[in-house]
């Protein structure tokens, strides 16, 4: 289907559901922060990942009852061809769908031409898509993040970023020769690799989401339909909850800063891939896989693996994160039983009070019983 019936078709289906919902004939989505906003808001929400799960998602009991049902890892077809990663997410009634897009950039570029997102550190900031929207200078989800650096570091590093080289392309190493002049491919990867610790910085990773069927939704599958999909996970066993979403999110967004030779948004959606992979059973589908972490099917660099430490890191989140929850439900039974006490110490005062009261009524009874006899004994 050409991209602009998609479109149409997506619009279509948008205001099919909003007269749906106006007659009452479809339920309203929930409103659960940090995963399903407002569906009626025009622009799609957007947060850095780290504030967005502690202030939004990490002591959200609802997002425990949200799942991930299928992910997709998205490269974008142009320039340096950024990669990110899509989040399906069911609500908790299972009638409504929230699109989370999840992604790493250099906390330096600026973003993607297609789309204006402010990011604020804590505060999730609504965002709209439109060329004319003057360009915000951080980085966002579905930028092309290393392509500044690239164009500056060598000329061979340039031209790998717009060349439209496939997966035919000679690995690196390899010696091509055009016009009678030798090249080696590996330049590029050097070219690179000699600015490792100089590129090093703070990454900016984020995530947006909005209400797959909505204004805002309708942004983000335009976002997804520019690029290319690399492959898909499914978790036939035991799916994720938003709230574990959250967790290896924020874990691997800590494991290492922002660096141009291995740990971009190449190394962000493999470690993240190979997480859920290892740690819910996710099964792999239209699995391209030399189309990963490569730009025009080179890879320049190698992509650090990064799976298993972030695996670890988020069963200790998990495990601290239980610990913390019990002991939040022990303080507040402990709590409780304050309360319950202090609720049976009020009524049984209350008894003595009332018994107290009662007695004392009986002794004056008695008392005026004996003053009567008294008068009438005088008498006789």
Known sequence: M???????????????????????MAPEPPVIEGVFPDCRADLYESMDIRPWYRNCIRNNPVTSDCFVV????????NGVQHEFLRFNIISPDKEHTS??????????????????RATDASVPTNMVAGPATP????????????????GSASPDVADSASSSADESSPPTGTVTKTNGKTKQLDRRSSGISSMSHSLCRGARDGVSFAVQNSKAGGQLETECGKA??????TFPERRPSANELGTLLCVTSELEPY????????????????????????????IANNR???????????????????????????????????????????????RQRER??????????????EERQKAEERARARRRQTRSFCKN
């Not at 989370?100 to 204006?116: C, E, F, M, P, V």
């Not at 290319?228 to 996970?233: E, F």
């Open 2 to 24: 050409a991209p602009r019936m998609k479109i149409m078709f997506r619009q279509l289906l948008i205001l099919f559901q909003r007269f749906l919902r106006m007659l009452g």
């Open 99 to 116: 699109v989370l897009l999840a992604d790493r950039s250099g906390s330096a570029h600026n973003q993607n031409k297609d789309a204006t």
């Open 228 to 233: 290319r999909r690399v492959c898909t996970l």
């Open 344 to 357: 049976e110490e009020h009524r049984a005062a209350q008894e003595r009070a009332r018994a107290a009261e």
């Open 259 to 286: 660096t141009i030779n291995g740990t971009q948004c190449y190394w962000f959606c493999g470690t993240v891939f190979e997480a859920l992979k290892s740690i819910f059973g996710g099964v792999e589908h239209d």
């Open 292 to 338: 990963k972490g490569t730009t025009h099917g080179v890879r320049l660099v190698p992509r650090k693996n990064s799976g298993v430490e972030a695996k670890n890191n988020y069963e200790i989140a998990r495990a601290a994160l239980a610990q913390e929850i019990e002991q939040k439900r022990r303080a507040e039974r402990q709590r409780e039983e304050e």
């Open 70 to 77: 299928e992910v997709v890892w998205y490269k974008e077809r």
């Open 135 to 150: 360009q915000d200078p951080i980085a966002s989800p579905l930028t092309q993040p290393e392509s500044a650096v690239i």
